[in-house]
């Protein structure tokens, strides 16, 4: 079984910045793709931002030039960094992982969601 679970979301004025974590654990053989989604009320989940597991990275054209997706592959971490926050980016943001486990499932995982407010 394989868990992802997020932190650091929040309350930030407009212009503010946060910083998401994501963390894998389980019975993981090996993780694919790392990668942020997030969903607004009323509106369908979407893609933020992902990145393989060589490093090759996608992003939603609204939120380039101010997130950064990373991630630590020895610890099965994402990070997404939200700069110049705006209140259009309040949402529930997702983690999510395309991997292996060690039984030789291939998953598709999603994280419980943590809450960023942009708000003033």
């Known amino acids: 079984q394989v868990q992802l679970v997020e932190s650091g979301g929040g309350l930030v004025q407009p212009g503010g910045s946060l910083r998401l974590s994501c963390a894998a654990s389980?019975?993981?053989?090996?993780?694919?793709?790392m990668g942020w989604y997030r969903q607004a009320p009323g509106k369908q989940r979407e893609l933020v931002a992902q990145?393989?597991?060589?490093?090759?990275?996608n992003y939603a054209e609204s939120v380039k030039e101010r997130f950064t997706i990373s991630r630590d592959n020895a610890k099965n971490t994402v990070f997404l960094q939200m700069n110049s926050l705006k209140p259009e980016d309040t949402a529930v943001y997702y983690c999510?992982?395309?991997?292996?486990?060690?039984?030789?499932?291939?998953?598709?995982?999603w994280g419980q969601g943590t809450q960023v407010t942009v708000s003033s």
């Open positions: 990145i393989t597991r060589g490093g090759r990275i």
């Open positions: 999510n992982a395309d991997l292996h486990s060690t039984t030789g499932a291939r998953y598709n995982s």
């Open positions: 389980g019975s993981i053989y090996s993780i694919y793709t």
